[in-house]
């Protein structure tokens, strides 16, 4: 349920009715029902909303590819959201996970096949997610990058059928990191947290030494300066 102020709400309804359809959005009267929104994702696909009109009104071309970077990560999840992070795996099987974060599982409009698509991944960025971008520097595996992938995607199909965003779009987020050596280590640190969670024992551990739900960082740490 999402509740918002009047003027926002208009906006919001005028967005919906436009670029949506049922039964990915049910719109009655004072409600906007949106089936998911990812773990935080909001902000990658409203970045990929908001620069694909921009690169086409500034440099009349399509986009190829969004690639988003966190330079620094300096925050603590809740209790709420790692109680989250915990029902998932145990809910779900993981490979019902793995597939749901493949980057087109929820689009409702089949990926393009016939048309040139942006370049996938490298062997070497599969294997141990290092990618080096000019002006960005080595990149690696990012911990938004599966939720934050699906969700973009989804909306690339969700308005209008994929055109809004273009054919050949692709978004790709990633982590800023030193070197190359920290940016394997942390692509194959989150793999092996993956792996932590799916195992039942260990996540029962996990949530012994976390924060539980109502609980989380000191409103004095949250106002701390960035």
Same mark, same amino acid.
């Given at each position: 349920?999402?509740?918002? *102020? ?18 990915? !959005? ?10 998911? !929104?990812?773990?935080? &994702? $909001?902000?990658? %696909?409203?970045? @990929? ?12 071309? *399509?986009? *190829? ?17 790692? $109680? ?22 929820? &689009? =409702?409009?089949? =990926? ?14 599969? !294997? ?19 939720? %934050? ?9 969700? !308005? %209008? ?14 982590? &800023? ?11 194959? @640190? ?9 195992? $039942? ?20 740490? @949250?106002?701390? =300066?960035?």
């Amino acid at each position: 349920m999402l509740n918002v *102020g009047r003027s926002a709400r208009k906006l919001l309804e005028r967005h919906l009715l436009k670029h949506s359809e049922p039964p990915y !959005i049910s719109v009655t009267f004072y409600k906007r029902i949106i089936p998911q !929104i990812g773990i935080e &994702s $909001a902000p990658a %696909d409203l970045i @990929a909303y908001t620069l694909v009109p921009h690169v086409r009104r500034t440099l009349s071309v *399509g986009t *190829g590819e969004v690639i988003t970077t966190v330079h620094a990560l300096n925050s603590a999840p809740s209790g709420g959201t790692l $109680a989250t992070l915990f029902s998932l795996f145990e809910a779900y099987s993981p490979t019902q996970i793995a597939y749901s974060m493949k980057r087109w599982s929820m &689009s =409702p409009v089949a =990926p393009p096949t016939n048309t040139r698509s942006s370049p996938n991944p490298s062997l070497v960025t599969k !294997i141990f997610g290092v990618r080096t971008v000019p002006g960005l520097g080595v990149l690696t595996t990012s911990l938004q990058g599966g939720p %934050d992938t699906p969700i973009v995607h989804r909306s690339w199909g969700l !308005i %209008d059928g994929g055109q809004f965003h273009g054919p050949n779009f692709r978004f790709s987020p990633y982590m &800023s990191v030193r070197n190359v050596v920290v940016g394997v280590l942390l692509h194959f @640190a989150l793999g092996v947290g993956m792996f932590a969670l799916a195992l $039942a024992p260990l996540r029962w551990l996990l949530e012994k030494l976390v924060y539980a739900p109502g609980e989380g960082p000191t409103r004095e740490y @949250a106002c701390l =300066p960035y």
